[in-house]
């Protein structure tokens, strides 16, 4: 996706967590591409004060704000008819919004199971249909995974399975959308400095942190940059490449006690 120098007022990019680190991120990325914007977020007074900001510095740039619970069928479905409504054409879709819960199972509701599931991937292939069906002339898709998704990991159990499953349905929606114009990148972030609780996680990790960590902008525009290039899988930053290829001639069961091991050690519950 090259910067672009007009505003394309009929191109519009749908952001879900808009109002989040890396959705904001994402936004202003998307924003300085010209494109006209869709954002979406659970929360309307963050959405309206996001809007606010946006006509400030874009002022030529068109933003429509949808407040809507992506783990809620019923209101993703209102959002994605009063799109449809409009006439909109989708040029972009990141489906960013996601929910980081971290703690035993035995530690959930059926709930907040329902919950993590639904927003990190049945919105997210529900949007992507969307998407498909309401497309421009072409579309681009970006996944937002994790490298949590490479791994099981035990003690963020359905993060890591709800991001896997993302990789891979990407994956295999950028063959179907083979040869019509959509274009279809699973990224895989490692942990990014957004929310005070994931700062103190990345420095309770030392050097490490420190190193394999990357800013929500970072990974924006590398997101934005792969994408245009039809990339399948994106591991962002060179110590998380470096780790998943450092880490797979070892069997499985000493990553899987390795890891336990580390997150059994971290509980967050932040939605």
Same mark, same amino acid.
């Given at each position: 996706?090259?910067?672009?120098?007009?505003?394309?007022?009929?191109?519009?990019?749908?952001?879900?967590?808009?109002?989040?680190?890396?959705?904001?991120?994402?936004?202003?990325?998307?924003?300085?591409? =010209?494109?006209?914007?869709? %954002?979406?977020?659970?929360?309307?007074?963050?959405?309206?004060?996001?809007?606010?900001?946006?006509?400030?510095?874009?002022?030529?740039?068109?933003?429509?704000?949808?407040?809507?619970?992506?783990?809620?069928?019923?209101?993703?479905?209102?959002?994605?008819?009063?799109?449809?409504?409009?006439?909109?054409?989708?040029?972009? %879709?990141?489906?960013?919004?996601?929910?980081?819960?971290?703690?035993?199972?035995?530690?959930?509701?059926?709930?907040?199971?329902?919950?993590?599931?639904?927003?990190?991937?049945?919105?997210?292939?529900?949007?992507?249909?969307?998407?498909?069906?309401?497309?421009?002339?072409?579309?681009?898709?970006?996944?937002?995974?994790?490298?949590? +998704?490479?791994?099981?990991?035990?003690?963020?159990?359905?993060?890591?399975?709800?991001? +896997?499953?993302?990789?891979?349905?990407?994956?295999?929606?950028?063959?179907?959308?083979?040869? !019509?114009?959509?274009?279809?990148?699973?990224?895989?972030?490692?942990?990014?400095?957004?929310?005070?609780?994931?700062?103190?996680?990345? !420095? =309770?990790?030392?050097?490490?942190?420190?190193?394999?960590?990357?800013?929500?902008?970072?990974?924006?525009? !590398?997101?934005?940059?792969?994408?245009?290039?039809?990339?399948? !899988?994106?591991?962002?930053?060179?110590?998380?490449?470096?780790?998943?290829?450092?880490?797979?001639?070892?069997?499985?069961?000493?990553?899987?006690?390795?890891?336990?091991?580390?997150?059994?050690?971290?509980?967050?519950?932040?939605?």
């Amino acid at each position: 996706m090259e910067m672009k120098n007009t505003v394309h007022t009929n191109e519009y990019a749908l952001i879900t967590g808009a109002t989040g680190g890396l959705g904001r991120a994402f936004v202003y990325a998307v924003a300085k591409r =010209g494109y006209s914007l869709l %954002l979406t977020a659970r929360s309307a007074e963050k959405l309206q004060a996001l809007q606010r900001e946006l006509q400030e510095k874009y002022p030529e740039i068109p933003t429509r704000i949808y407040a809507a619970d992506l783990s809620d069928a019923d209101s993703r479905i209102a959002m994605t008819e009063k799109i449809a409504a409009e006439n909109i054409r989708i040029s972009l %879709l990141a489906n960013v919004a996601g929910a980081d819960i971290q703690k035993p199972l035995r530690e959930y509701t059926q709930e907040k199971i329902a919950f993590q599931c639904r927003v990190n991937f049945e919105s997210a292939v529900s949007l992507c249909r969307f998407a498909v069906e309401n497309k421009a002339e072409r579309l681009e898709i970006v996944n937002i995974s994790s490298v949590s +998704g490479l791994y099981p990991t035990s003690y963020f159990a359905i993060y890591s399975a709800t991001k +896997g499953a993302l990789t891979s349905f990407s994956q295999a929606l950028r063959v179907e959308m083979k040869g !019509k114009n959509v274009a279809v990148t699973a990224i895989l972030p490692g942990a990014m400095p957004t929310r005070d609780d994931i700062k103190e996680q990345i !420095k =309770g990790q030392g050097l490490w942190g420190k190193l394999a960590a990357k800013s929500p902008e970072e990974v924006a525009e !590398k997101s934005l940059k792969a994408v245009a290039k039809n990339k399948r !899988k994106v591991i962002v930053g060179f110590w998380n490449k470096l780790m998943r290829i450092a880490t797979c001639p070892f069997p499985a069961s000493w990553r899987l006690r390795c890891i336990a091991r580390r997150w059994s050690k971290i509980s967050k519950d932040a939605f």
